[in-house]
């Protein structure tokens, strides 16, 4: 039972253009969701989270929508830039209690074309 | 910033033989770490918690004495892959929490990548 979905494998923007990345999730216990970003033979670093109670975060040119309503967040590169190309996975986590036990989506590669 | 370090980054094994993966924390002490595996277009998937000190806690499904896991001091987790087939050929990433900020986020390592011919 895959409870974070990445529906998206692939992604291709146009520098300067904005990317949505997007994640759907089942589990409505979650409470704490976070971007990671994976360049190839590396492995994932944190890029922006946010939590539950909040609908919006934004770092810079990257903000987390979460819509808990509709069980979904995404993540918005503005402007994108060829090297923001990269896996982006969506994780999850619930409680303070399960602290590190992250749930994953299969991740969604960005190609930022200059 | 707080930096993971994974060793070694490729191994190859044969059949039958036992690998093991080091994880350090060169800059800070982790008293949990994790161990995740990621098969090709797949979703990283958590593996067990290591406790320094104490015994490693498994997922679902994760058979506990193929995957030996110990984690001796603050600073260094090992996983070892036990009797090594090639369905276990996969990348593992080892990462832990830094700052006791409660907020999960996770400093990863860069990963082994486990090939069994």
């Known amino acids: 039972d895959q409870q974070v979905k990445q529906n998206s494998p692939s992604l291709s923007v146009q520098e300067g253009r904005i990317s949505i990345l997007n994640c759907d999730y089942t589990?409505?216990?979650?409470?704490?969701f976070l971007w990671y970003k994976k360049y190839p033979a590396e492995g994932p670093t944190f890029l922006i989270s946010?939590?539950?109670?909040?609908d919006k975060n934004e770092d810079g040119r990257f903000t987390v929508f979460l819509n808990k309503s509709a069980k979904h967040l995404s993540l918005h590169i503005v402007p994108s830039q060829p090297g923001d190309s990269a896996v982006y996975f969506c994780?999850?986590?619930?409680?303070?209690?399960?602290?590190?036990?992250?749930?994953f989506g299969q991740g969604t590669t960005l190609q930022v074309k200059p | 910033g707080a930096v993971v370090s994974q060793h070694p980054s490729r191994v190859i094994c044969k059949s039958g033989t036992s690998v093991k993966i080091e994880c350090r924390s060169l800059d800070f002490q982790a008293t949990t770490m994790f161990w995740y595996r990621q098969f090709p277009k797949q979703s990283l998937m958590l593996m067990a918690t290591s406790n320094e000190g104490s015994k490693a806690t498994y997922e679902q499904g994760v058979e506990k004495d193929k995957f030996l896991i110990n984690h001796a001091s603050l600073t260094l987790s090992t996983l070892t892959v036990t009797s090594a087939h090639p369905e276990d050929s996969s990348f593992y990433i080892c990462?832990?929490?830094?700052?006791?900020?409660?907020?999960?986020?996770?400093?990863f390592g860069a990963g082994s990548r486990l090939t069994v011919l």
């Open positions: 946010i939590s539950s109670i909040k």
């Open positions: 589990n409505s216990m979650f409470d704490y």
């Open positions: 990462s832990a929490e830094v700052g006791g900020s409660g907020a999960n986020v996770l400093t």
């Open positions: 994780a999850a986590s619930s409680g303070s209690g399960n602290t590190g036990k992250l749930i």
